[in-house]
Structures are given as structure tokens and as C-alpha cells.
């Protein structure tokens, strides 16, 4: 049974950083790929960061050169660490999992089967 939880939100001022951790069990890290997803109330869960299993990196546009996905395949941890931070940012972050995701499908959560129960980042002005 795939389980994945995250850990590592709180809240933070802007311009700080947090490192988001999903552990993973029943599953070895290096057979899936992963992705990082946010919801913020009111708005639709949209697609954060992805890694495949080459370990190529894909963000969206909004946190690109401010987070870096990355995964530790020895403590079969995904990681997301984010750094200037802003209040936009504040949202409930889950991980994910897929055994395999189209191309340009990466940060689309219809390719992952598999999530968390998320964590709250919140950051504040």
C-alpha cells in the first residue's frame, strides 16, 4: 500500500524559506515519479514541482527559480525547498505519485493516483 506524508509547513514572513518533506512508504522512491501540488482556499489544487526518474526537474512558472524539488532515494524522502517566499504562496501543499506521467502532463494532478494528506504553509506581509 502506497502512503505518502508530508511534513515541514508553518508559517513563515515573506521572503523566508521552508523545506517540505514527504516521506514514502510501501514503495521504493526510484519506481515512481513525484510531484508537489498546492491548494489555497477557495482556488483549484494546481501543480507545483515534478521530478521523474532521470530526476529532471519541472515547475511551474509561478515558484520557478524559487523552488527546487529534489528526492533522497536512501531515506525514500521527497523534498521541496522553497525560498523567497511570498503571501501567494500561502496554500495547503500535498505530495504525489504516479508510475509514470506524460510528457507536458507532469504537473497536471490527473497523472497522480497516489497523495498525501498535505501540509499548511502559510506566509505572511
Known amino acids: 500500500q502506497v502512503q505518502l506524508v508530508e511534513s515541514g509547513g508553518g508559517s513563515v514572513q515573506a521572503g523566508g524559506s521552508l523545506r517540505l518533506s514527504c516521506v514514502v512508504s510501501?514503495?521504493?522512491?526510484?519506481?515512481?515519479?513525484m510531484g508537489w501540488f498546492r491548494q489555497a482556499p477557495g482556488k483549484e489544487r494546481e501543480g507545483v514541482a515534478a521530478i521523474d526518474r532521470r530526476g529532471s526537474p519541472s515547475y511551474a512558472d509561478s515558484v520557478k527559480d524559487r523552488f527546487t524539488i529534489s528526492q533522497d532515494y536512501a531515506k525514500n524522502t521527497l523534498y521541496v525547498q522553497m525560498n523567497s517566499l511570498k503571501p501567494e504562496d500561502t496554500a495547503m501543499y500535498y505530495c504525489?505519485?504516479?508510475?509514470?506521467?506524460?510528457?507536458?502532463?507532469?504537473?497536471?494532478?490527473?497523472?497522480?493516483?497516489?497523495w498525501g494528506q498535505g501540509t499548511q504553509v502559510t506566509v505572511s506581509s
Open positions: 510501501g514503495y521504493t522512491l526510484s519506481q515512481y515519479v
Open positions: 504525489a505519485a504516479a508510475h509514470w506521467f506524460a510528457n507536458g502532463w507532469q504537473l497536471s494532478e490527473r497523472s497522480y493516483p497516489y
